[in-house]
């Protein structure tokens, strides 16, 4: 069977990198998530006190950062110059301040040679904002996940409850915040491709979305 390559796009917490480990282990494909990327290269910045309004300081300081992802079962390792901040990347303070990192250009540009490469070489599921738009336009595959803004704080909320750092109204608020800014920026805003298959997860579980995903994939390979 030939190998395929899957786009997985959509809004902050519709539940692409969950569904995308799930295809990607069902179909013995690399799963890559895109977003821990954006956030390891915000971790770094905000770790050296380099502000996304300096965009020269961070494309200078992009020269200095070496990112490898290591594919596991579980999650995708994440190092950062010989650091593994896989834990790091998922705190509230990288989460808010990650959209206004991923707006520039040349940080994006790098992201997404790598990107690129990695999938050269097919049987990638990659997840992220603009994979089947910008990264991969010749994907075989193009899913749009989608689910409500509410349906998305309460998944998030259910996550991470046990620390009761955060309200669900703050949650609601800051993942609206964070779609409004994916959505408005300039460069490879977050947008359905046009040969995407649009699905609403609001009132689906994991396990049917992930299902859904390999039928599709199914009747293409
Ligand atoms: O997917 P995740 O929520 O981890 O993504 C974090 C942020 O990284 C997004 O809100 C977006 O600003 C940025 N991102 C992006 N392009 C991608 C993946 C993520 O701009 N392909």
Redesign the pocket.
């Known amino acids: 069977l030939d190998k395929i390559n899957i786009a997985i796009d959509g809004p902050?917490g519709a539940g692409?990198?969950t569904v995308a480990r799930k295809v990607a282990k069902e179909l013995t494909y690399v799963y890559v998530?895109?977003?821990?990327m954006?956030?390891a290269v915000t971790w770094f910045m905000l770790g050296h006190d380099i502000s996304s309004d300096e965009t020269d300081r961070v494309i200078h300081a992009m020269r200095e950062l070496h990112i490898e992802l290591i594919p596991g079962e579980e999650c995708q390792q994440v190092i950062v110059n010989g650091e593994d901040v896989t834990d790091y990347i998922r705190a509230n303070h990288i989460?808010k301040n990650?959209?206004s990192y991923?707006k520039i250009g040349p940080l994006?540009t790098k992201l997404v040679e790598m990107q690129r490469n990695i999938a050269s070489s097919k049987g990638v599921v990659m997840?992220?904002?603009?994979?089947g738009t910008h990264?991969l336009p010749q994907a075989e595959l193009k899913i749009f996940l989608t689910a409500s803004v509410e349906e998305r704080a309460i998944r998030r909320y259910q996550e991470i409850k046990d620390n009761q750092q955060v309200t669900l109204e703050q949650l609601m608020h800051d993942i609206a915040e964070?779609d409004r800014?994916?959505e408005q920026r300039e460069i490879?805003p977050l947008v359905c491709a046009e040969d995407a298959i649009r699905l609403d997860t609001t009132s689906m579980n994991i396990e049917e979305v992930v299902n859904q995903i390999i039928s599709y994939c199914r009747t293409i390979t």
């Open positions: 902050a692409k990198s998530d895109t977003g821990a954006y956030r989460s990650v959209s991923a994006r997840d992220g904002r603009d994979i990264v964070r800014q994916d490879s």
